[in-house]
């Protein structure tokens, strides 16, 4: 019978200590990533498995992290959060944890989902998405002093908690002083109705960039659901108007598509410019110009910070807004920079 493998057994084989491999295997986040690296590779050269009962009940932590699967809603913008899930699974093994996905159509359900988690797998900490407008589920999770980081703002208040977010304004203004620079002046805004934070802080970057050129937007604003069938429809009668549009941008790449076919129904020989948000395979596919958000680099903040919080460390790090009045560190505050990649669409 083949020898038993132990802790003691993985701390000879790389040369540290029996704690060093506790630490490693329990919590991750305090031993430097050379040291870390050697205990892993003793692990799997020796075939160590570490009972996950026995570690849940001396450390009180399952190594869980919970987050929810988006709606695929028309196939296109939910294979976004697709990228961010893949990420968030990458960097949460490299700290020693795993996800766990769950489904939810609304808050309500979402939170009822929590205590069902909480009851059953005791997650560490959660992951939210999607955040908007009189969010429940933040303030759910806080008064039970749950760890959890959001992918987006809370935009009823930003300093409500930590948060991991793409500057979707910089992105979109970004993309109209690309439109602007090629020589268009009648740049239009396809977004969604008025109170999505996302949608708001996107059109907010538009304007702000017409704004900066000296243009007027009056009558170039549009909102429809965020879907290609509306968002064709949409175009076709912005197209069909006195003074028209000579370019369009999209608060995503299902409006952009929508845009995108409709001005070609309409000019196939000089179609309107069209430039989307998110990247998604189907912009590139169709060679639509997009705002592309960097979603791996947004997982592995989102994973660096719930690890600081589930370790008990203040997390009060580089972009935070210094000390609350109270004496207790501001939760951070991460805002990322997107990236314009223009394709035949606005060329």
Same mark, same amino acid.
């Given at each position: 019978?083949?020898?038993?493998?132990?802790?003691? #057994?993985? !701390?000879?084989? =790389?040369?540290?200590?029996?704690?060093?491999?506790? $630490?490693?295997?329990?919590?991750?986040?305090?031993?430097?990533?050379?040291?870390?690296?050697?205990?892993?590779?003793?692990?799997?050269?020796?075939?160590?498995?570490? $009972?996950?009962?026995?570690?849940? +009940?001396?450390?009180?932590?399952?190594?869980?992290?919970?987050?929810?699967?988006?709606?695929?809603?028309?196939?296109? $913008?939910?294979?976004?959060?697709?990228?961010?899930?893949?990420?968030?699974?990458?960097?949460?093994?490299?700290?020693?944890?795993?996800?766990?996905?769950?489904? =939810?159509?609304?808050?309500?359900?979402?939170?009822?989902?929590?205590?069902?988690?909480?009851?059953?797998?005791?997650?560490? !900490?959660?992951?939210?998405? *999607?955040?908007?407008?009189?969010?429940?589920?933040?303030?759910?999770? =806080?008064?039970?002093? +749950?760890?959890?980081?959001?992918?987006?703002?809370?935009?009823?208040?930003?300093?409500?908690?930590?948060?991991?977010?793409?500057?979707?304004?910089?992105?979109?203004?970004?993309?109209?002083?690309?439109?602007?620079?090629?020589?268009?002046?009648?740049?239009?805004?396809?977004?969604?109705?008025?109170?999505?934070?996302?949608?708001?802080?996107?059109?907010?970057?538009?304007?702000?960039? +017409?704004?900066? !050129?000296?243009?007027?937007?009056?009558?170039?604003?549009?909102?429809?659901?965020?879907?290609?069938?509306?968002?064709?429809?949409?175009?076709?009668?912005?197209?069909?108007?006195?003074?028209?549009?000579?370019?369009?941008?999209?608060?995503?790449? *299902?409006?952009?598509?929508?845009?995108?076919?409709?001005?070609?129904?309409? $000019?196939?020989?000089?179609?309107? =410019?069209?430039?989307?948000?998110?990247? #998604?395979?189907?912009?590139?596919?169709?060679?639509?110009?997009?705002? *592309?958000?960097?979603?791996?680099?947004?997982?592995?903040?989102?994973?660096?910070?719930?690890?600081?919080?589930?370790?008990?460390?203040?997390?009060?790090?580089?972009?935070?807004?210094?000390?609350?009045?109270?004496?207790?560190?501001?939760?951070?505050?991460?805002?990322?920079?997107?990236?314009?990649?223009?394709?035949?669409?606005?060329?």
């Amino acid at each position: 019978m083949a020898k038993k493998v132990t802790i003691a #057994t993985v !701390a000879r084989y =790389a040369g540290v200590s029996r704690q060093t491999v506790s $630490n490693v295997l329990n919590t991750p986040e305090v031993v430097r990533e050379e040291t870390r690296r050697r205990v892993h590779e003793a692990v799997e050269a020796l075939g160590y498995r570490a $009972n996950q009962a026995a570690r849940q +009940m001396r450390t009180g932590r399952s190594r869980l992290i919970a987050t929810r699967i988006e709606p695929t809603r028309d196939g296109i $913008n939910g294979s976004v959060l697709d990228r961010f899930l893949h990420g968030l699974t990458e960097a949460a093994a490299g700290s020693g944890y795993r996800v766990i996905l769950y489904t =939810a159509a609304d808050d309500e359900a979402e939170i009822a989902t929590y205590e069902d988690l909480l009851g059953a797998y005791t997650p560490d !900490a959660f992951v939210l998405a *999607s955040t908007h407008h009189g969010d429940a589920r933040t303030s759910w999770l =806080a008064a039970r002093g +749950m760890p959890f980081v959001t992918f987006g703002r809370p935009w009823d208040a930003l300093d409500a908690h930590t948060w991991v977010d793409v500057d979707g304004a910089a992105g979109t203004e970004e993309a109209t002083g690309h439109l602007l620079g090629s020589g268009h002046r009648r740049v239009a805004f396809l977004g969604w109705p008025e109170g999505s934070g996302v949608g708001d802080d996107r059109r907010s970057g538009w304007a702000r960039a +017409m704004a900066a !050129a000296g243009l007027d937007v009056a009558g170039l604003a549009y909102v429809c659901e965020d879907r290609v069938a509306e968002a064709e429809a949409a175009v076709r009668g912005m197209l069909g108007a006195g003074e028209p549009p000579t370019a369009i941008v999209c608060a995503s790449d *299902s409006l952009a598509l929508g845009a995108f076919q409709a001005a070609r129904a309409a $000019n196939p020989d000089a179609p309107v =410019a069209v430039c989307g948000f998110d990247d #998604t395979p189907v912009a590139r596919a169709v060679g639509l110009t997009s705002v *592309s958000q960097p979603l791996e680099e947004a997982a592995a903040h989102c994973v660096r910070l719930l690890t600081r919080q589930i370790a008990g460390e203040d997390v009060d790090g580089q972009n935070t807004g210094g000390q609350q009045e109270d004496g207790a560190a501001a939760p951070e505050r991460v805002l990322l920079r997107p990236s314009l990649v223009v394709r035949r669409s606005t060329t």
